[in-house]
């Protein structure tokens, strides 16, 4: 037994029976809806999870039983991601007559069932959880910024598979790379940050004409941009006592994380969409 499958059934078994037996025959293609997969090509799939399985030698069974022995053994929400979005490639597909469209309604509808759901994007089809209600991110995705996108997903899956800590620093550093991506565009120059988000959103708000000025700003503009500074504050404060940036002061909770995605989220679709807005129309928020 090699080290990844050793460690593989010590841990924790994360994903549900129902959902290994369907899943495994999605894999194999035995549904019908997805290509069919010989057991070499079996083996070669799952070695890309780190298995050092030889074929014929190391299938227990039938293709079908060792596939779900390998599902089983997947360690978290990422594995599961991978796969998922390995069998829907659309390359897989080509000329088999049988479509990636009544693959995705196929998988969609067992895979709801368990808190997942499988949408397309501009990466292709990926696998999302269902069970983390979030503030959806279309606005931020124009920004067609790598690393925001990048962190969109790393919240997603942070909250699904529990790791608060690491939630709550995404949340951080997205708000981080949204507003000086803003900054920079706007000065039409590199912006060297000193790390403090409370000055980043300073200088944030003079590029977006953003500050305050009691006689001319409407009241309800007021009171936004004040609600942003205080949830910026918060988050600052937050990821350095409960985040995994620093030596923790408390651990947080699911609800604290949420709690700081959803924030994150919601100031960076309201500061995007300013941003635009000037873009498009040359005017201030």
Do not use: W
């Given at each position: ?262 924030c994150a989220f919601s100031f960076c679709d309201f ?15």
């Amino acid at each position: 037994m090699d080290k990844r499958e050793e460690n593989s059934k010590t841990s924790q078994q994360f994903l549900s029976e129902f959902l290994i037996r369907n899943l495994a025959s999605s894999v194999t293609g035995d549904d019908g809806f997805f290509p069919y997969r010989k057991g070499v090509e079996l083996v070669l799939l799952f070695n890309k999870f780190g298995f050092k399985d030889v074929y014929p030698e190391s299938m227990e069974g039938s293709r079908r039983i060792y596939t779900q022995i390998r599902i089983k053994q997947l360690k978290n929400f990422s594995e599961l991601q991978k796969l998922v979005e390995i069998i829907l490639d659309p390359k897989e597909f080509y000329e088999l007559g049988i479509t990636i469209e009544n693959a995705v309604v196929h998988i969609n509808e067992y895979l709801k069932l368990e808190g997942y759901e499988v949408r397309h994007n501009e990466k292709g089809y990926q696998l999302l959880s269902t069970t983390s209600k979030i503030v959806e991110h279309k606005t931020i995705s124009t920004l067609s910024h790598d690393f925001i996108i990048e962190q969109i997903d790393k919240c997603e899956e942070k909250l699904a598979t529990g790791d608060y800590d690491g939630a709550i620093t995404n949340a951080r550093a997205l708000i981080e790379a949204v507003s000086i991506e803003i900054i920079k565009i706007q000065n039409n120059q590199d912006y060297k940050s000193d790390g403090n988000l409370i000055n980043i959103f300073k200088d944030l708000k003079k590029c977006l004409n953003m500050t305050i000025d009691e006689n001319q700003s409407s009241q309800f503009l007021i009171e936004i941009i004040q609600g942003m500074t205080t949830t910026i504050q918060g988050i600052a404060a937050l990821t350095n006592r409960a985040s995994d940036r620093h030596n923790r002061v408390y651990k947080p909770q699911k609800h604290h994380a949420k709690l700081a995605v959803n924030c994150a989220f919601s100031f960076c679709d309201f500061i995007l969409e300013s941003f635009h807005y000037q873009q498009n129309k040359g005017q201030v928020s």
